[in-house]
């Protein structure tokens, strides 16, 4: 009869317990999976920024990609490639493989995600399909899941697009800007209210002291808690902002009086950022324009003297270029360039981190609705310029 030697018989007794070991991985049974619920019931959210790779370079980038310029985030392939691609799985000698996009997309059925096997395989209670295997501890996050669901609903491309672009930057603006103290309606509108210019009871108003976290300043502002007023008053003043700069001629009785800051308000405030259309509000026609701290204009016949200016392009402010300091604005009226950097809606008020400055920007530059004349200039002199290099973005 045959002998085995001691090293045969520990390879056969290694081979015994992998299969053994592999059978109770395949049974999918155990304590650490009994009240396992791989379900995903967060849903979807349009606003979280959802992209394939972990870096992706803006169109309008510099010639060596800024700070401002690189959107860095957790990329859906880095996902799949820490829980599907490992060296012992689907990296390795498990097929398919997951290295590129095109291997992915084979088990993603681009805006359904319930149709998509992918996204069957990471969320079914049927653990013997479930990967990565239930056995091997090693489950997606609910935060890694959200992202893979969000990638597919959003078409699963490889490259990220305005669709993607919007959302998440509306939302980014919406929180580090639109605080009680900020870019607020509330705070704005209250600004009128506390001035006098409204017909509002103590019972429509609130006050809200911010404290200055460094110097420990305090400062009170008025705000406008009556949604109802509050709207209508906020929305009138957009209306007529809109209808004046249409044509400063035929609407010139719809010059706003009401400003956003000093004269007409107690204290300064700045032009609410809470929706959509304010932020193209203050694309088209920037506050400085709508809040000067002198009367530019004297009407002949009343005699009232406003603080808003009739040309909407004679602004030395780009809304894009407050929010990133690598850029310098030019007027486009004048076409004559700031020779120092703004930044400070971020920096100062927000914080904003710059993958975020750098997925605002990408949004500004891809969206028809931001006017061409606010990112290229006239006649596409440009408008928009780095601060190291002097590149000018055209189009």
Known sequence: MKRFSLMQASVLFAGVLFMFASLVQCRKTGDLIKNLDRSYTAGADSTVFASFSDNTTIATADVVPDVNDIIKVRGVQTIIHEYCNTGNCHGGRVKPTFDTYADIMKYVSAGNPGGSK?????????????????????????TDKKLIYNW??????????????????????NDGCGSANCHNQATATGGWARKGLLSITSADTTMYTYTNPSTGAQSLYCLLTNTTIRDQVWNAYKDSVKKFYSDTVAFASFRPYKTVSTPVSASSTRGPLQTYDDILMDINYPKGLRANSSVVYTDPVTLKGYYVRGNNLNSSSVFISRVDSTLLPANPFTGVYNTTQQGGMAYDDGGLKPSEVALLKAWYFADPNVPTVWKYGINNAGILKYRKTGKIIKL
């Open 118 to 142: 992918l996204w069957e395989y990471i969320t079914t209670n049927n653990f013997d399909k479930a990967m990565p295997p239930v056995n091997s501890n090693h489950e997606l996050p609910t």
């Open 152 to 173: 597919i609903l959003n078409g699963a491309k490889q490259t990220p697009d305005l669709a993607d672009f919007r959302p998440a930057a509306i939302r980014i603006i």
